[in-house]
C-alpha cells in the first residue's frame, strides 16, 4: 500500500462515526418530532385543535353588560368606561355561565388600582398615575374613588 493511504484507517473510524452520528439524529429526529410538524409552515398542526379544547377562563365583557346593567349604567360617561370588566375582576367565565355556582369575590382596591396607575416613567405621560406615598393619604383607593367611576365630582 502507497504511504499516501498509510493512516486511512484514521479517516474510515471517523467517517463510520460521523455516518453513525447523522444516522441517530435522523432516528431521534423521527421519534421525537410530532408527525403533524410543518403542517403549516414551522408549527405543529395539531396545537389548533390543542388550543381549542382548552376551556375559556375569560368571558368577555359582553357577557357581563347582559347581566350587570346597574354596573353598565354607573360606568357611563366615566373614563373607565372602555376598561375591560375581567381586567380588574380576573377572569370569570366560569362564574358568567352559571352565576350562582361561582360567585365572585371583589377585586382588592388597595392593589388592583396601581396595578395601572402605579407611577412609572414607561407609562405614557397623559395617562393619569399617583405616587401612593404622597397620594391618597393612605387610605385604600376606593375609600375617595368609586371604581366604576373614578371622577370623584
Ligand atoms: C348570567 C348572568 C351573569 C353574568 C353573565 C355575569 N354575572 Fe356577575 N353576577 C350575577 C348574579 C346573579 C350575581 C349574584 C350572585 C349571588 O349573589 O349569589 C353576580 C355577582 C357578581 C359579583 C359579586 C357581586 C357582589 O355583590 O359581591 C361580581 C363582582 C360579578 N358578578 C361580576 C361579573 C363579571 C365581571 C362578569 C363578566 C365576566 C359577570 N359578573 C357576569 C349574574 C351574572
Ligand atoms: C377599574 C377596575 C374595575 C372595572 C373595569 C370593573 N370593576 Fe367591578 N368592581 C371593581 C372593584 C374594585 C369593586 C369592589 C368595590 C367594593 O369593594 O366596594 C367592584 C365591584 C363590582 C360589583 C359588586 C357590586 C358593586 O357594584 O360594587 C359588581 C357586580 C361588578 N363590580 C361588576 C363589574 C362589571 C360587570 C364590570 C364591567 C362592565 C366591572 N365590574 C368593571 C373594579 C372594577
Ligand atoms: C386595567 C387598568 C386599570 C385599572 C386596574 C384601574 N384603572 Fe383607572 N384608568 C384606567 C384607564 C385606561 C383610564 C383612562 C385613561 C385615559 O382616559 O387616558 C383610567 C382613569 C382613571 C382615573 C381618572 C378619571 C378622570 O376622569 O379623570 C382615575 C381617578 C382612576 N382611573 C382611578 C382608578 C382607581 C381608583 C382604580 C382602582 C379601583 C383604577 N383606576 C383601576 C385604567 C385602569
Ligand atoms: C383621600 C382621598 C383619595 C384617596 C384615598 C385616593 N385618591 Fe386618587 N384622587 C383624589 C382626588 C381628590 C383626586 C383629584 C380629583 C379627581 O381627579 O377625581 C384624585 C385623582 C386621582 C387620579 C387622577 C390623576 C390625574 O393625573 O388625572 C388617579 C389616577 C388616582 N387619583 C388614583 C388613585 C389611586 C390608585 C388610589 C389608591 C392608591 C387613590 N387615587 C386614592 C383623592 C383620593
Do not use: W
Not at 403549516?40 to 396545537?47: E, F, K, L, S, T
Request: hydrophobic share 35%; charged share 25%.
Amino acid at each position: 500500500m502507497s504511504s499516501r493511504f498509510k493512516d486511512q484507517e484514521h479517516l474510515i473510524r471517523m467517517g463510520v462515526l460521523l455516518l453513525a452520528g447523522i444516522i441517530v439524529f435522523f432516528v431521534l429526529r423521527g421519534v421525537m418530532v410530532p408527525r403533524d410538524f410543518g403542517e403549516y409552515g414551522h408549527y405543529r398542526g395539531g396545537a389548533l385543535e390543542d388550543n381549542r379544547a382548552r376551556p375559556a377562563v375569560y368571558a368577555g365583557r359582553k357577557a357581563c353588560e347582559e347581566c350587570h346593567e346597574e354596573v353598565v349604567a354607573a360606568r357611563k360617561g366615566g373614563r373607565h368606561a372602555a376598561v375591560g370588566c375581567e381586567a380588574c375582576h380576573g377572569p370569570l367565565a366560569k362564574h358568567a355561565s352559571d352565576p350562582a355556582a361561582a360567585k365572585p369575590g371583589r377585586p382588592d382596591a388597595k392593589t388592583i388600582c396601581l396595578v395601572c396607575h402605579l407611577e412609572n416613567v414607561a407609562r405614557p405621560a397623559k395617562f393619569p398615575q399617583v405616587n401612593p406615598l404622597d397620594h391618597g393619604e393612605g387610605k385604600a383607593c376606593s375609600d375617595c374613588h368609586k371604581p366604576h367611576q373614578p371622577k370623584i365630582s
